[in-house]
């Protein structure tokens, strides 16, 4: 199960990625907002943030115009990696070497078409552990370090 967030500026970027999920029979829900009228892109990186880190989704997928305000809030919940990517490799990249547990995208920096790609590379690539497992455990501890 996958949830999907944005601010008004990503808002038809994400609608166009619920569309793509639902054809390919991938579960999702959108955690707002639900409207092309300002809103303020933490609110929504911090909402799909914290449901992923609770473990009610598997994966987050959020975007604003940039994809970077909403991914810099999304990172600041403990046990997020949030990447903002706009290519595939990157995508896959973050899964295989970051276990990546969220993807940002901007609306205003890649169209409908590449976006759903990105998003089919991240959600089909897995981590591949080992040297890379030691890594995320680094950036655990910085977590751990300023979360007391
Ligand atoms: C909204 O205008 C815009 O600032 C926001 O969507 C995002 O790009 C911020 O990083």
Redesign the pocket.
């Known amino acids: 199960m996958i949830a999907l967030g944005s601010?008004h500026?990503?808002y038809n970027l994400k609608l166009a990625i619920i569309e793509h999920l639902k054809e390919k029979g991938i579960e999702c829900e959108d955690l707002g907002c639900y409207g092309s009228e300002r809103v303020d892109?933490p609110v929504y990186g911090q909402k799909v943030a914290e449901a992923v880190a609770a473990g009610q989704y598997q994966y987050g997928i959020i975007c604003?115009?940039?994809g970077?305000?909403?991914s810099l809030a999304a990172n600041k919940v403990p046990g997020i990696r949030c990447a903002v990517c706009s290519d595939t490799y990157s995508a896959k990249y973050t899964r295989l070497h970051n276990d990546a547990n969220m993807l940002a995208m901007?609306e205003?920096v890649v169209g409908q078409g590449l976006a759903c790609e990105i998003v089919d590379a991240f959600l089909s690539a897995e981590f591949e552990g080992g040297r890379h497992a030691k890594r995320v455990d680094l950036i655990r501890e910085i977590e751990k370090k300023y979360n007391k």
Request: charged share 15%.
């Open positions: 601010d500026a990503g892109y604003c115009g940039t970077i305000g909403i901007g205003r």
